[in-house]
């Protein structure tokens, strides 16, 4: 079960006793907790019948005895246990998670962990309630999460306004909503943002970021590729060396993959490859311009500086300074 099936059924009074979240990506684990804690309930049932323990300083008998009472004056009572990979000696939790009562909602939330499958524990969550696995999203799947979000959020985004968005944030889900959040105070639901938006109230130059960057290499403008490197060196935020690298192989290695596609149609490939056909020109260009050795050496080239990046077998260099020499060496 997904954690938007659970909300889902949290919106129709549809119940199970436990909830036992738990995994790598924090920002579904997250969602399902402050829907519990601020829905489930109305504001005079959670006068008596929320509680809410952290893991860190939580007693196991004193949750499991908050979970074993009965409500007042409401049908549920709704207890939650946040950051509970913290918590010592959780799994003395087993006797309540047994037998739990059919008039409490027990969200666990257990970030960056997992129980272990194999064990009692683990099998009496899934058997007495719900486990949900959380795992980190793939970044070929945050554009299209990220395009979904803001549709339901009541705007619309630019194809380039989408890739800068996401180019600059990666993909820290949370952090990509309350961006979004912020722009929708600011423009207005029904507003189509762009570049513009994002980079008036967000901070990103439309101009000097990763994804021009990679425009420029596509195209072989070394002029324009050192002025992007330039202002990364004068706002070390704005392009950090280790985020770089990262976005480039992925752009070359997805240009590589142009010349295995058996076709010339820039819509097939893009859909092999995984690219919005908006951006297939950069690509097709890059394929082009560098051809199979080119492309080849590039790759090759991105991996070497990334290991001189991290100090292997490159003396303390200054990020500009490798970027700018990687790059001649690609673009000659």
């Known amino acids: 079960m997904s954690v938007e099936k659970i909300i889902s059924d949290w919106k129709k009074k549809v119940f199970k006793p436990v909830y036992w979240l738990e995994g790598e990506e924090e920002y579904f684990i997250d969602k399902a907790v402050d829907y519990a804690e601020h829905h489930i309930l109305n504001e005079s049932e959670a006068s008596f019948n929320l509680s809410v323990f952290y893991g860190k300083d939580a007693n196991w008998a004193d949750v499991l005895n908050a979970c074993r009472r009965y409500p007042m004056f409401a049908e549920r009572q709704v207890v939650l246990l946040k950051e509970a990979q913290q918590m010592k000696d959780v799994e ?133 590729t050192i002025r992007i490197i330039q202002y990364f060196e004068a706002n070390p935020k704005a392009g950090p060396i280790q985020l770089i690298l990262p976005s480039l192989y992925s752009f070359f290695s997805k240009v590589f993959m142009i010349f295995g596609a058996g076709t010339n149609d820039e819509k097939t490939i893009a859909t092999s490859i995984g690219v919005n056909p908006y951006f297939m020109k950069d690509y097709m260009q890059a394929a082009r311009l560098y051809s199979y050795p080119g492309v080849e050496k590039v790759l090759l080239l991105l991996h070497q500086y990334n290991l ?19 790059v001649v060496k690609m673009l000659s």
């Open 92 to 224: 003395k939790l087993e006797p309540y998670i047994e037998t739990p009562l059919s008039s409490t909602v027990f969200v666990v939330s257990y970030k960056e962990k997992k129980l272990d499958a194999r064990k009692k524990f683990a099998k009496l969550v899934k058997e007495n309630g719900v486990l949900v696995t959380t795992k980190k999203m793939y970044d070929k799947d945050v554009p299209a999460w990220t395009q979904e979000l803001v549709h339901s959020k009541g705007l619309t985004i630019s194809p380039r306004g989408l890739a800068l968005l996401v180019d600059h944030i990666g993909n820290d889900l949370t952090r990509i909503e309350n961006e979004i959040d912020k722009l929708s105070v600011n423009l207005g639901k029904g507003t189509n943002i762009t570049e513009d938006d994002i980079e008036k109230y967000i901070g990103v130059s439309k101009d000097y970021n990763v994804f021009e960057l990679q425009a420029a290499l596509a195209a072989k403008d070394l002029a324009r």
């Open 308 to 326: 001189k990046s991290i100090g292997v077998g490159s003396t303390a260099t200054e990020d500009a300074s490798l970027m700018k020499e990687m």
